[in-house]
C-alpha cells in the first residue's frame, strides 16, 4: 500500500473503545422525514390550513424521530443520525441554525420559530418564498440560501442540539448531522443587488463563528461524534474552493478535540484533487463516500488512504429501492478493510436515504417475488447491519442466502427478460436514428396541410384537474363505476375542452389529458416491465413527495396506450389535435430505473415503446404528436465531463421515437425548466419540428442564446406566462413578450403557448389567460 501523504494517528476517540463490544460498525447517512404514511406532509399541511396546532406538528415530528431512532437502535446500528429529520428543508435549517435570514422577512433575532422559518420557505401573504432549487442530481428541491456583504450570522436555530438532547432522552446515541460549511456557502445565492460582484464563500470566517458555537453546545450536551454533510466535493471545484475546505475545517478543528469526526460525500465519485484536500486534513477521524455512484473512489482509496482513519463505505444505496446485492457488497467491503485496516471499515449507505421510499412493509398489492427483490429505507438500515456483521465474522448465514436466492431470482426471472426487447434495443446501440428530410423542409410539407396562421396558438397538453375528474378516475380504479360510465364522463371532459379551446379560436388543440393521473404513471401502467407501490413516497420539496414507479424488467407496450382517447377528441373537430405522449427520457428520470443494466439501455427500450404509439398515433390519422421531455435537462449529470455522453444517448432516445413518421406528421416536444443555454445544441439537435419551453420567468436568459447567433430553424415556442402562479396576464404584456420574442426569432417559426400543462389552475384563470394570449397573437398577426 503507497500512501502519497503524510499523517500522523490520531488517537482513538474514547467513545469508540465503550462501545465497540456492543455494536458492529454501521451508518447511516440520513434518513427521510415524512414518515412511512407520510405522517409529516400531513400534519404539515394541516398546520398550514389552520386545522391544527403548532404543538400537534410538534408532537407528529418528535413521535416520527423517536420511532425511526428506535428503528435504526434496534436494528444494531452504531452511528444513528439526528438532525436529519427536518420541517421543510435540511438547507433552509441550516440557514435558520445560521441566522442568515434575509432582512425583507422582518425577523427580530431570537430563535427562529415557524413563523419566519415557513415564511422564508413557502412565502407569506405579503411576501414570496425563497428559491428552491435542485438538490444536486436528485428530485428533491432544497432552499437556496440569500447571503449578501451585509449578512449578519448569529446562532439561531438550536435543533442540532435539541434533536440530539431528545435522542439521548430515549437512551440513544446519535451523530448529530450538520451541513458542512463549504457546501453551505457552495450552494447559496449572492443577494439581490450584488448579484455579479459577492461570493459568498468570502463569508467563510463569519459562518464559522457560529458552527463553533454549534459544536461548543454539541458537545456540552454529551454529542461524541458529529457528521458534516460536504457533498459538492463531488462536484467540479476549483482550487480556490478547495482551498477553502482546508480553511474551514483547519479553523474549526480546535473545537473538535474530543469528537469523531466524520465528513460525508455523496451522489459521485470524488474528483481526485478533492480526495488528496480532504485525506490530508488531520481534523477528521472518518471519510465517507459514496461507493454505489463513485465506484471511481474506490481506485482513489487504493492509491492511498490516511492510517488509522475511519472509512465509512457507503455500498448500500440510498437513492434506488432495490435490495443489495449483499455477496458482492461484503467482498468489496472486505477488499477495503484490507486497505484501511481492521476496525477502521463502517458500513453505511451511500448517501441519505430521503432519497428512497420509506418501508416495504406497507407494500400489500405489490407481489412478493418483486418484493423480495427490493429495499427501502427500513430494509436498508437491516442490510447496512448484515453487512457489517458479517465484516465482523458474525454473518447472518440465513438472512445472506435469502438474499443470494433473490437476487438469483431477479437475474433468471422471466418477468424481467424479454429477450425481443433486448435483441431489438441492442439492435440500436452505435447507429443512429433520425428523419432524414431536414426540419425547413418537413415544415414546408407539414404547413401545407396544417394551413396554419403565423404564431400559431396551442397549450401544453393537461387542463385545470377538477375535483369531479380525480373522483372519476378514483371510483373507476376502484371499480365503482364502470368502464361505460367511465369513458362517457371522460369523453364529456374532452368535449368541453376541445370546445372551449374552439371558442377560444385556438390553433392547433389538445385533449385535455383528463384520464391522466401523472404523465409517467399513466403510461408506466401500460407498459409492462414497470411496478407500481401504494406507499413508495420521496420527498420533492417541502410536503410535497412523489411517487415514482419502479421498472424491474425490459420495457414493451402490449398495446396502444392514447390511440383512443386521441382519435375520440380528434373526431371532436376538424382543427389539428396533438397525440401526447410522455417520452422515454423523462420516463426513465423520473421512476425508480432497474440496476442490473445502464440507464441508457432501459431509456432505448422505453424508446421502442414509445415509437409503437407514434406509429400507432400516425395510422390513425392523428398530424401533431407532442412528446414531452420535461425532464430531460433534470437529468443531466452532476459533472461535466459526463454531460456529452449523457445528451448523447438521451437525445438520441428522442429520434429513436419519431424517426419513422411521414414529413407531413409533426413532432412536438415539451421541455421544463428554464436553463437551457448549456445544452441548446442537444435541444436543436433532437430535431422535433416544435419545442415548447418552460421560460415565463426568464425570457432574457433563453433569448440571449439565440441573440448569440445559435441559429434555430424548428418551430419554437417560449412559454409566454406562468402557468405556476394564478395571475392572469393581460394582452399587452403577452403581447409585448412575444414582440421581444420577435426580435431574435425568425416570424415563421415562433409559436404562442402557455409555458406548461393547466393541471393545476382553475378555470377562471385558464379562460381569461388564454383569452389574452389568443388575443395577443392575433394583435400581432395584423401588424406583421
Ligand atoms: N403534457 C403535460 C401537461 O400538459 C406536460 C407536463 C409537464 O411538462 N410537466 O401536463
Ligand atoms: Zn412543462
Redesign the pocket.
Same mark, same amino acid.
Request: glycine content about 8%; hydrophobic content about 35%.
Given at each position: 500500500l503507497r500512501l502519497p501523504f503524510s499523517f500522523s494517528l490520531s488517537p482513538p476517540p474514547p467513545s469508540l473503545l465503550a462501545t465497540a463490544k456492543g455494536k458492529m460498525a454501521g451508518h447511516i447517512v440520513g434518513y427521510p422525514r415524512m414518515g412511512p404514511k407520510r405522517e409529516l406532509k400531513f400534519a404539515l399541511e394541516s398546520f398550514w390550513d389552520g386545522k391544527s396546532t403548532a404543538e400537534d406538528l410538534q408532537k407528529v415530528a418528535a413521535d416520527l424521530r423517536a420511532s425511526i431512532w428506535k428503528q435504526m437502535a434496534d436494528a444494531g446500528i452504531k452511528y444513528i443520525p439526528s438532525n436529519s429529520f427536518s420541517y421543510y428543508d435540511q438547507v433552509l435549517d441550516t440557514t435558520a441554525m445560521l441566522g442568515a435570514v434575509p432582512p425583507r422577512y422582518g425577523w427580530k433575532g431570537g430563535e427562529i420559530g415557524f413563523d419566519t422559518y415557513f415564511s422564508m420557505a413557502r412565502g407569506n401573504a405579503s411576501l414570496p418564498a425563497m428559491e428552491m432549487t435542485k438538490w444536486f442530481d436528485t428530485n428533491y428541491h432544497y432552499i437556496v440560501p440569500e447571503l449578501g456583504p451585509d449578512t449578519n450570522f448569529s446562532y439561531s436555530s438550536h435543533k442540532a442540539v435539541s434533536e440530539y438532547k431528545e435522542a439521548k432522552a430515549l437512551g440513544i446515541e446519535t451523530m448529530p448531522v450538520l451541513i458542512g460549511p463549504v457546501s453551505y456557502l457552495l450552494l447559496s445565492k449572492p443577494a439581490k443587488g450584488v448579484e455579479k460582484s459577492f461570493s459568498p464563500l468570502s463569508l467563510l470566517g463569519k459562518v464559522l463563528a457560529v458552527y463553533k458555537e454549534v459544536l461548543a453546545e454539541l458537545k456540552a450536551a454529551g454529542a461524541i461524534r458529529i457528521q458534516f454533510d460536504e457533498p459538492t466535493l463531488v462536484m467540479d471545484l476549483g482550487s480556490h474552493q478547495l482551498q477553502a475546505f482546508t480553511d474551514a475545517y483547519s479553523e474549526l478543528e480546535s473545537s473538535f478535540s474530543g469528537l469523531y469526526v466524520l465528513i460525508q460525500t455523496y451522489f459521485a465519485d470524488v474528483p481526485e484533487a478533492a480526495y488528496k484536500t480532504i485525506t490530508s486534513l488531520n481534523c477528521f477521524t472518518g471519510f465517507g463516500f459514496d461507493l454505489v455512484r463513485g465506484t471511481k473512489t474506490i481506485d482513489l482509496i487504493k492509491s492511498g488512504f490516511p492510517s488509522g482513519k475511519y472509512l465509512v463505505a457507503g455500498v448500500v444505496d440510498g437513492r434506488n429501492i432495490w435490495a443489495n446485492d449483499l455477496a458482492s457488497s461484503l467482498s468489496t467491503l472486505e477488499g477495503l478493510e484490507a486497505i484501511v485496516g481492521k476496525g477502521k471499515l463502517v458500513v453505511s449507505t451511500s448517501c441519505s436515504l430521503m432519497h428512497t421510499a420509506v418501508d416495504l412493509v406497507n407494500e400489500t398489492k405489490l407481489d412478493d417475488e418483486i418484493k423480495s427483490w427490493l429495499a427501502f429505507a427500513a430494509q436498508k438500515v437491516v442490510e447496512v447491519n448484515a453487512l457489517a456483521r458479517a465484516l465482523a465474522g458474525d454473518k447472518d448465514v440465513a438472512f445472506f442466502s435469502a438474499n443470494a436466492a433473490a437476487q438469483a431470482s431477479r437475474k433468471s426471472s422471466p418477468r424481467v427478460t424479454n429477450q425481443e426487447v433486448q435483441q431489438a434495443a441492442a439492435a440500436l446501440k452505435g447507429s443512429d436514428h433520425r428523419r432524414v428530410t431536414t426540419v425547413s423542409a418537413r415544415l414546408d410539407a407539414q404547413q401545407k396541410k396544417l394551413n396554419l396562421p403565423i404564431l400559431p396558438t396551442t397549450?401544453? *397538453?393537461?387542463f385545470p384537474q377538477t375535483m369531479d375528474l380525480r373522483r372519476v378516475r378514483r371510483e373507476y380504479k376502484a371499480n365503482k363505476i364502470s368502464e361505460e360510465e367511465y369513458v362517457k364522463a371522460i369523453k364529456e371532459e374532452i368535449n368541453k375542452v376541445v370546445k372551449l379551446q374552439e371558442e377560444l379560436d385556438i390553433d392547433v388543440l389538445?385533449h385535455g389529458?383528463p384520464e391522466?393521473n401523472d404523465?409517467v404513471e399513466y403510461f408506466g401502467e401500460q407498459l409492462s416491465g414497470f411496478a407500481f407501490t401504494s406507499n413508495g413516497w420521496v420527498q420533492s420539496y417541502g410536503s410535497r413527495c412523489v411517487k415514482p414507479p419502479i421498472i424491474y424488467g425490459d420495457v414493451s407496450r402490449p398495446k396502444a396506450m392514447t390511440v383512443f382517447w386521441s382519435s375520440m377528441a380528434q373526431s371532436m373537430t376538424s382543427r389539428p389535435m396533438k397525440g401526447?405522449l410522455?417520452g422515454p427520457v423523462?420516463i426513465l428520470n423520473w421512476s425508480f430505473v432497474r440496476n442490473d443494466q445502464p440507464r441508457f439501455e432501459t431509456c432505448y427500450q422505453i424508446a421502442l415503446a414509445i415509437k409503437k404509439e407514434v406509429e400507432d398515433l400516425e395510422a390513425a390519422g392523428i398530424q401533431v404528436i407532442?412528446i414531452?421531455e420535461?425532464?430531460l435537462r433534470e437529468g443531466l449529470p452532476l459533472r461535466k465531463s459526463e454531460h456529452a455522453f449523457y445528451l448523447d444517448w438521451a437525445v438520441h432516445s428522442f429520434r429513436i421515437t419519431n424517426c419513422g413518421v411521414q414529413d407531413t406528421t409533426q413532432i412536438h416536444t415539451?421541455? !421544463?425548466y428554464s436553463n437551457f443555454n448549456d445544452i441548446i445544441h442537444s435541444i436543436i439537435n433532437m430535431d422535433a419540428d416544435v419545442i415548447t419551453i418552460?421560460n415565463s420567468r426568464s425570457d432574457e436568459k433563453l433569448l440571449s442564446v439565440f441573440r448569440e447567433g445559435v441559429k434555430y430553424g424548428a418551430g419554437i415556442g417560449p412559454g409566454v406566462y406562468d402557468i405556476h402562479s394564478p395571475r392572469i396576464p393581460s394582452t399587452e404584456e403577452i403581447a409585448d413578450r412575444i414582440n421581444k420574442m420577435l426580435a431574435v426569432l425568425e416570424t415563421n417559426i415562433l409559436w404562442v403557448n402557455p409555458d !406548461? *400543462?393547466?393541471?393545476t389552475r382553475k378555470y377562471a384563470e385558464v379562460k381569461p389567460a388564454l383569452t389574452n394570449m389568443v388575443a395577443a397573437a392575433k394583435l400581432l398577426r395584423k401588424e406583421l
Open positions: 397549450t401544453i *397538453g393537461s389538445v389529458e391522466r404523465m401526447m410522455t423523462t407532442q414531452d420535461a425532464a415539451h421541455m !421544463c418552460e !406548461c *400543462g393547466l393541471k
